[in-house]
């Protein structure tokens, strides 16, 4: 992936970063799945329409005053839901279980590609801290909540 897309803050460049990492989950590129839709506004599982999708919510923030007053060291917080949809999972045969992994590892896979979101010199590590899983049997849909951080330096003036 080439450099992250300059935006007026850093937290913005990072988010913007990975919606665009997870843009390109595709076959083509090498993962199980053609992801149809990632946003960055929450969908609740009766509101995504095409399947496989994500959304990338930000989150907690914590931070640390480094040497002065003048910078920081940020934990930038994100959220991401993933949705999987079988059109038919009878005779017990696993098939939305085994969709929603393979969307669980396709994304894992997507945001270790890049821990450092575009070489940025800014940034210092990615890192996925919990994934949980979710079923709905009677609509047939799977849904995965991954949480994470981008730890990441700033300033003040240029959060």
């Keep these: 992936m080439e450099g992250l897309e300059i935006v007026s803050y850093k937290r913005e460049t990072i988010y ?5 990492t997870l843009d390109g ?16 506004r929450f969908k609740a599982p ?6 496989p999708a994500l959304c990338v919510i930000p989150s907690d923030t914590p931070m640390r005053h480094l040497s002065t007053n003048d910078f920081f060291e940020g934990e930038l917080g994100f959220v991401i ?15 939305l279980s085994i969709a929603l992994e393979g969307l669980i590892g396709d994304t894992i896979k997507a945001l270790y590609s890049d821990i450092r979101r575009g070489n940025a010199d800014f940034v210092d590590l ?18 995965f909540i991954m949480t994470g951080h981008v730890t990441y330096t700033g300033t003040f003036t240029l959060p």
């Design 16 to 20: 913007a970063n990975i919606k665009t």
């Design 25 to 40: 989950i595709s076959t083509d590129n090498g993962y199980e799945n053609d992801v149809r839709q990632v946003t960055r």
């Design 46 to 51: 009766d509101e995504v329409k095409e399947f």
């Design 81 to 95: 839901y993933g949705y999987v949809k079988e059109e038919s999972d009878q005779d017990d045969s696993a098939g």
């Design 126 to 143: 990615t890192e996925i801290t919990e994934v949980a899983d979710y079923y709905d049997w009677t609509e047939n849909i799977g849904l």
